[in-house]
């Protein structure tokens, strides 16, 4: 019994010295494939990964962070890349799934904003453990430098960080399994076809058009919204449908569309989302694009919301 006992104490110390992220959220370097090339503008990742729930995959440069939102923690099951994924000169960047039974959405591109990173949701609501494959291509201009974030063989010195500023669990936002994400493009604004000014500081605008706050399967119409994002980075959407509710968060980037985090929403309910502002050539609000969850509710809801 003594023998068990200590034993026992033995296993719970060693697991308590694993510090929580390295538990939830494994880092793993992917290998090479067989035609490995880094100065080459046309490059791929095959990433294999068996996940449990809801895992988001993240890849920046040379290694692939699974980022455990719920279940258990992932593995990796053979990925391998072409090359480490640039940081900039991106001309075509695209996604493709290839198996898997639950969700698998491209929802971010790797830009400045994320600090070139490409995260994949996957959201599987069936039991148990479940492997998925898909890949993620592109095509630079070659003005990013070759190597990407660091070598095969070491996890990215980034890893370990929120990317992006995204440090809450967020969902999908995007086109399931073969589109190239949330982004219509990487050229210019869905709204004008030209990009805002890359000195974009901010805008305050109440404005009505046309759109909707879907919530589960049931859509309902916003009669105009309110979007303000101040100089400091702080964002606050006021949206007028049903009822009228306010989401908080931050938001980066600039261009022609910005990158919203929102933390706090639905009186103080516990709202997280990820999404886009998209702007005008004037930087301007064109369009609002939300995806997320809340406490308050038990289904996802989504934002979209156009002038």
């Given at each position: 019994?003594?023998?068990?006992?200590?034993?026992?104490?033995?296993?719970?110390?060693?697991?308590?010295?694993?510090?929580?992220?390295?538990q939830?959220?494994?880092?793993?370097?992917?290998?090479?494939m067989?035609?490995?090339?880094?100065q080459?503008?046309?490059?791929?990742?095959?990433?294999?990964?068996r996940?449990?729930?809801?895992?988001d995959?993240?890849?920046?440069?040379?290694?692939?962070?699974?980022?455990?939102?719920?279940?258990?923690?992932?593995?990796?099951?053979?990925?391998?890349?072409?090359?480490?994924?640039?940081?900039?000169?991106?001309t075509?960047?695209?996604?493709?799934?290839?198996?898997?039974?639950?969700?698998?959405?491209?929802?971010?591109?790797?830009?400045?904003g994320?600090?070139?990173?490409?995260?994949?949701?996957?959201?599987?609501?069936k039991?148990?453990?479940?492997?998925?494959?898909?890949?993620?291509?592109?095509?630079?201009d070659?003005?990013?430098?070759?190597g990407?974030?660091?070598?095969?063989?070491?996890?990215?010195?980034?890893?370990?960080?929120?990317?992006?500023?995204?440090?809450?669990?967020?969902?999908?936002?995007?086109?399931?399994?073969?589109?190239?994400?949330?982004?219509?493009s990487?050229?210019?604004?869905?709204?004008?076809?030209?990009?805002?000014?890359?000195?974009?500081?901010?805008?305050?605008?109440?404005?009505?058009?046309?759109?909707?706050?879907?919530?589960?399967?049931?859509?309902?119409?916003?009669?105009?919204?309110?979007?303000?994002l101040?100089?400091?980075?702080?964002?606050?959407?006021?949206?007028y449908s049903?009822?009228?509710?306010?989401?908080?968060?931050?938001w980066?980037g600039?261009?022609?569309?910005?990158d919203?985090?929102?933390?706090?929403?639905?009186?103080?309910?516990?709202?997280?989302?990820?999404?886009?502002?998209?702007?005008t050539?004037?930087?301007?609000?064109?369009?609002?694009e939300?995806?997320?969850?809340?406490?308050?509710?038990?289904d996802?809801y989504?934002?979209?919301?156009?002038?």
């Open positions: 019994m003594k023998n068990n006992w200590f034993g026992r104490c033995l296993m719970l110390a060693g697991f308590a010295a694993v510090p929580l992220a390295a939830t959220n494994p880092v793993f370097s992917p290998r090479r067989k035609d490995y090339n880094e080459s503008r046309d490059g791929r990742c095959v990433l294999r990964v996940v449990d729930d809801e895992t995959v993240e890849l920046r440069g040379n290694s692939v962070l699974l980022r455990t939102i719920t279940g258990r923690p992932g593995r990796d099951e053979g990925s391998e890349c072409s090359q480490p994924l640039p940081a900039g000169g991106f075509k960047f695209n996604f493709r799934g290839i198996d898997g039974r639950g969700e698998v959405r491209l929802v971010q591109e790797p830009r400045l994320n600090n070139w990173t490409a995260i994949v949701a996957i959201r599987d609501k039991g148990g453990d479940e492997g998925y494959t898909f890949e993620l291509s592109w095509t630079t070659g003005s990013a430098p070759s990407g974030s660091g070598g095969f063989g070491q996890p990215s010195g980034g890893f370990g960080q929120p990317a992006g500023g995204f440090g809450q669990p967020n969902n999908e936002f995007g086109t399931p399994r073969t589109s190239g994400g949330i982004l219509p990487l050229g210019g604004s869905r709204g004008s076809g030209r990009a805002a000014s890359a000195s974009f500081g901010g805008t305050d605008e109440t404005f009505q058009g046309t759109g909707t706050f879907r919530l589960g399967n049931k859509d309902y119409p916003i009669s105009r919204m309110r979007v303000n101040r100089s400091g980075g702080e964002a606050e959407f006021t949206v049903s009822e009228v509710f306010t989401l908080t968060g931050r980066t600039g261009g022609n569309a910005v919203i985090e929102i933390n706090n929403g639905f009186g103080s309910a516990g709202a997280t989302a990820r999404g886009r502002v998209y702007l050539s004037a930087g301007r609000v064109d369009h609002v939300l995806d997320g969850t809340s406490s308050r509710f038990s996802r989504t934002i979209q919301y156009a002038k």
